[in-house]
C-alpha cells in the first residue's frame, strides 16, 4: 500500500510539472495586414504559434549558432512613424525581458522623423505579448490534489 502512493504521488509529480522543454506559444500578427492586431488586441481571430516550430531570421549574426537557436519569449512592438501606428506580435529570439528582468515594462526608443517604437518581450505565459499577468494552472493543482485525496482514501 505504501509503494501504491509513491507511485501515486510520483505520477502526480511528472501530471503536474511539466517538462522543462516546453516551448513558449505566442500570438503572431501585424497590424498593416490586419487591423485585430492592433491595441485595444482581439485574439479571437488569431492562433497562437508554437514558438519551437519558428525557424530563426538570418538576421541573427552568430554563424555557428544560429540555426540552434529557439525562440524563448514573446514579443510585441508598437511603432509610430509619421504619425501612423503600427503592432507586430511574434515569437522573440534575441532580447531581454521588460526593464531589468520585470516584463511589465517595455523598452522604449525615439528617432527623428517622427518615429516612436516601443518593445515589450515577456516569457510568463503563453500568449503573454498581449497581456504580462503570471497565472498557476488551478486546474492541473486541483485535480491532483483531488487524485491525490481519492487514492489515499482508497488505499486505506
Known sequence: MTQDIIYL??????????????????????????????????????????CDQVKPSTYIYDKDN???QKATMCRKIRQKVNGVWKYFRSCAFLGEIGIKGDERFC???????????EYCTCNSKD???????????????????ISICYFLHVFR
Open 9 to 50: 504521488l510520483l505520477l502526480t509529480f511528472l501530471i503536474g510539472f511539466p517538462d522543462s522543454s516546453y516551448g513558449i506559444k505566442c500570438w503572431d500578427c501585424r497590424s498593416d495586414a490586419d487591423s485585430k492586431c492592433a491595441d485595444p488586441f482581439d485574439n479571437r481571430t488569431f492562433a497562437m504559434t508554437d
Open 66 to 68: 544560429y540555426k540552434t
Open 107 to 117: 523598452l522604449m526608443r525615439t528617432g527623428t522623423y517622427n518615429i516612436f517604437m
Open 127 to 145: 500568449g503573454c505579448n498581449t497581456s504580462s499577468h503570471v497565472y498557476v494552472s488551478n486546474l492541473l493543482l486541483g485535480l491532483s490534489f
